[in-house]
């Protein structure tokens, strides 16, 4: 079934340690973002990849790292987790970088300790 | 000032009712406007974009679109409980590319 999938569902994570979310689509998409959903605040684009290879800084970039190897697959890398990253994690996908429709993921409930 | 604001809400109509949601935003430049439906514990799925000034209807659903003003609306007619949710308004600016600033949400609540 076409889509993106994230992993994990939801975490808990102490304070100080490393955390990778992962996000892979299997629709050829060349875009693909990362956002964050915090109560009162909405959607926050953190990093972003026009296609493979290139990334990009988004709105709430501080404490965060993406890489963009291939086109499926887009981490998203917290190197030590504060609880201000505390949040629910989306990620999303369009087929172009000019496209407007964005798909997102299921979402990674993720709550730092 | 935030770049798109909306009223948090939470909005309640009554079923069948016609549900109105607004958003506006700061920059002038922006292109590309988006109504995305959110249900609780869900992830944002779109259900309308629009790009001209005026009115664009699909089905129950029309957006509308003041650029001078700068304010996009959604309106939801004969509004169902199953239209609960939140709704998130996004721009596209020029200068942003692909990248999207959402507002906060709206709440919807229909009531039966």
């Known amino acids: 079934i076409a889509g993106i999938t994230q992993a994990p569902t939801s975490q808990i994570l102490a304070a100080g340690r490393r955390m990778t979310l992962r996000c892979t689509q299997d629709?050829?998409?060349?875009?693909m973002y990362w956002y964050r959903q915090d109560l009162g605040l909405g959607l926050r684009l953190i990093h972003y990849?026009?296609?493979?290879?290139?990334?990009g800084k988004g709105e709430v970039p501080d404490g965060y790292s993406v890489s963009r190897a291939n086109t499926d697959d887009f981490p998203l890398t917290l190197a030590s987790a504060v609880p201000s990253q505390t949040s629910v994690y989306f990620c999303?996908?369009?087929?172009?970088?000019?496209?407007?429709?964005?798909?997102f993921g299921p979402g990674t409930r993720l709550t730092v300790l | 000032q935030k770049e798109v604001e909306q009223n948090s809400g939470p909005l309640s109509v009554p079923e069948g009712a016609i549900a109105s949601l607004n958003c506006t935003y700061s920059?002038?430049?922006?292109?590309?406007f988006f109504w995305y439906r959110q249900y609780s514990g869900k992830s944002p799925e779109l259900i309308m974009f629009?790009?001209?000034?005026g009115d664009k209807e699909d089905g129950r659903f029309t957006a509308q679109l003041n650029k001078a003003s700068q304010y996009v609306s959604l309106l939801i007619r004969d509004s169902q409980p199953s239209d609960s949710a939140t709704y998130l308004c996004?721009?596209?600016?020029?200068?942003?590319?692909?990248?999207?600033?959402f507002g906060e949400g709206t709440q919807l609540t229909v009531n039966p």
């Open positions: 999303a996908s369009a087929s172009s970088a000019s496209t407007d429709t964005q798909y």
């Open positions: 629709m050829r998409h060349n875009a």
């Open positions: 990849s026009n296609t493979a290879g290139t990334t």
């Open positions: 920059d002038r430049g922006s292109q590309s």
């Open positions: 629009i790009y001209s000034n």
């Open positions: 996004a721009v596209k600016k020029v200068t942003s590319g692909s990248r999207l600033t």
